[in-house]
C-alpha cells in the first residue's frame, strides 16, 4: 500500500477558477510518460482536481510535478492516508455538499475509462474498486446522502411536501440557468403530469426542456402557464420581479386550475414580490423556508459522519488483507513461472544428452537435481539480500522501533527482486540468441557430409 499516492486540490483551498487552472496543467501525460509510474488515474471536477497513482516512491514524483508546474493550495498523501482520502472522496465526506452522491458517479466513471485505456495496475485497480464498494456500502448502512441540502433539491424536497407528492402535478420552473438546471434535472425525475421551462433566451430554455423531457416556453407567457400549473419554481438572476403583486392578481383572476399555486422563490435577489404571498389561493415560500429544510437536513448527515468513517476503517484493514493475498499471489505465480522455466530449459539439456546415447538413468539423476537447485537458487538468493538490506552490521533492525520489523515489506522486496531476476535473465538470452556467430558458407554439418551422403545438383 505504500506505493499509493495521491496529490489533491479541492475547494477547501482553491477557488473554482484555481481548480480549473490546475486541470488544464496535472494532465494524465505527466504520469504517463515517466518510466517509474506503474499506474496512474486523475479525478476532475468542478470542486477538486486529484492525480493517485502507484510508484515505489509516489511522494517524490508528486513532489516533482508540484515543483515543475510551481502548484499551491493542495496537499500530498501516500499509502494508508492516501487510500482513506479516496475513500473519504468516494463517501462524499470531503464534498463540499457532505453525502452528495455525485462524485460516486464522477470516480466511477474516472476509474472504468482509466481502466478500459489501460492507464491502471493492480494496487490502483484494487484501491478503486474498494473505494467505490465502501462508498456504496455507506450509503446503503447509513444516512449521510438522505434529505436535500443543496438550495436546488431542498426546493424540489419542499415541493414535494407540501402537494403531498409531485406525482401527476404540473410544474414551472422559471429560468434555465444553473440552479433551473439542477431543479428541471430533480423534478424529471418524479412522474410530473407535465413540465415547462420559461427562459428569457427560448432557445436556451428549448435545449434544457429537451433534456428533461419538458415543454420550452417563453418568459412573456408566465400568465399564460401560471393560471394551469400547480407548482412555480423561480430561479432567476433577473434584477427586478418577474412576477409582482399586479401580474399575480390577474392570473388568480382567470386561473383554470381550482387548486392552491405553490410558488417556491429560490432567486436572489428576489424573482416574487413579497405581497405575492397575501394573495388569495397562492402559497410563497421563499429563501428562509428553504434554508430552514437544508440546515436541518445537514444536521442528520453530519450526525452521519462519524459512522461512515468507522466503516472505512473497517475497509481499510479489509483491504490489507485483500490486497496482501493478491501480492501473495502473485509471487507464487512468479515462481511457478520461473520453475517452469528452469524446468524447459533442463528438458532441452536433458534430450540432448539422451541423443547421443547417454545412461538414461544419468540423465535422469542430473536433470532432476539440475531442477531442484536451478529452481531454489534465485528464491534463496533473494531471501539472503533481504536480511541483508533489512539488517545492521550489528545484527539490530534497520527500521522499527523493537525486534520483528523490518525496513521493506517481504512481499513487495520479494516480488522486485524476482521481477528483476527475470527480466535480466530473458534479455541475457535474446543477447545471446543475437550474438551467436552464423555459420559461414559450406561451414554447416550438411555441407561438410555432402561428399559423404553423395548429394548431386537436380538435373536440369
Known amino acids: 500500500m505504500h506505493k499509493l499516492g495521491t496529490l489533491w486540490f479541492s475547494h477547501k483551498k482553491c477557488s473554482v477558477e484555481e481548480l480549473e487552472e490546475i486541470a488544464q496543467q496535472l494532465k494524465p501525460d505527466l504520469f504517463a510518460q515517466n518510466p517509474q509510474v506503474r499506474g496512474h488515474i486523475i479525478i476532475n471536477t468542478c470542486n477538486r482536481v486529484e492525480a493517485y497513482i502507484s510508484a515505489d516512491r509516489p511522494a517524490e514524483i508528486l513532489e516533482a510535478v508540484v515543483e515543475q508546474l510551481k502548484l499551491e493550495k493542495g496537499g500530498i498523501f501516500t499509502g494508508k492516508d492516501a487510500l482513506e482520502h479516496l475513500m473519504r472522496v468516494a463517501c462524499g465526506l470531503e464534498s463540499m455538499i457532505v453525502g452528495e452522491d455525485q462524485i460516486l458517479g464522477q470516480i466511477k466513471k474516472c476509474y472504468l475509462e482509466s481502466k478500459k485505456e489501460g492507464k491502471l495496475d493492480e494496487l490502483l485497480d484494487l484501491a478503486f474498486d474498494r473505494a467505490i464498494k465502501v462508498a456504496k456500502r455507506a450509503r446503503q448502512e447509513t444516512r449521510i446522502n438522505e434529505g436535500s441540502v443543496s438550495i436546488g433539491s431542498a426546493a424540489v424536497e419542499l415541493a414535494e411536501c407540501i402537494t403531498w407528492g409531485l406525482g401527476g402535478k404540473s410544474i414551472l420552473v422559471i429560468g434555465a440557468g444553473e440552479m433551473g438546471t439542477l431543479v428541471a434535472r430533480a423534478i424529471s425525475e418524479k412522474k410530473l403530469k407535465a413540465m415547462f421551462i420559461a427562459n428569457r433566451t427560448f432557445e436556451r430554455a428549448k435545449r434544457l426542456a429537451e433534456e428533461v423531457g419538458g415543454r420550452a416556453a417563453r418568459l412573456d407567457e408566465n400568465e399564460k402557464w401560471l393560471s394551469c400549473c400547480d407548482v412555480a419554481i423561480c430561479t432567476t438572476s433577473a434584477p427586478h420581479y418577474i412576477l409582482d403583486y399586479e401580474m399575480m392578481k390577474r392570473v388568480m383572476e382567470h386561473r383554470k386550475n381550482r387548486n392552491v399555486l405553490y410558488i417556491i422563490d429560490i432567486a436572489n435577489p428576489k424573482d416574487v414580490e413579497e405581497r405575492v404571498g397575501k394573495i388569495e389561493g397562492i402559497e410563497l415560500y ?29 475497509e481499510i484493514e479489509l483491504f490489507k488483507k485483500i490486497l496482501a493475498k493478491h501480492r501473495v499471489e502473485r509471487l507464487i505465480g512468479m515462481i511457478y513461472k520461473y520453475g517452469d522455466r528452469v524446468r524447459a530449459e533442463e528438458k532441452k539439456k536433458a534430450l540432448r544428452f539422451m541423443s547421443t546415447g547417454r545412461d ?40 522499527g522501533d523493537g525486534a520483528g520489523e523490518m525496513k521493506a515489506d517481504f512481499v513487495d522486496f520479494f516480488i522486485d527482486e524476482l521481477e528483476q531476476e527475470l527480466n535480466i535473465n530473458i534479455q541475457n538470452q535474446k543477447l545471446r540468441r543475437n550474438n551467436k556467430p552464423k555459420p559461414k558458407p559450406g561451414t554447416s554439418k550438411l555441407c561438410k557430409d555432402k561428399d559423404k551422403l553423395k548429394l548431386k545438383p537436380v538435373q536440369k
Open 360 to 399: 538414461p538413468k544419468l540423465i535422469l539423476d542430473d536433470f532432476s537435481h539440475a531442477v531442484l537447485a536451478k529452481t531454489l537458487h534465485l528464491p534463496t538468493e533473494i531471501l539472503r539480500r533481504y536480511v541483508v538490506t533489512n539488517y545492521l552490521d550489528d545484527g539490530a533492525l534497520v527500521e
Open 286 to 314: 421563499d429563501l428562509d423556508s428553504l434554508y430552514e429544510i437544508s440546515e436541518e437536513n445537514l444536521k442528520k448527515r453530519l450526525s452521519e459522519v462519524g459512522k461512515v468513517e468507522r466503516i472505512i476503517e473497517e
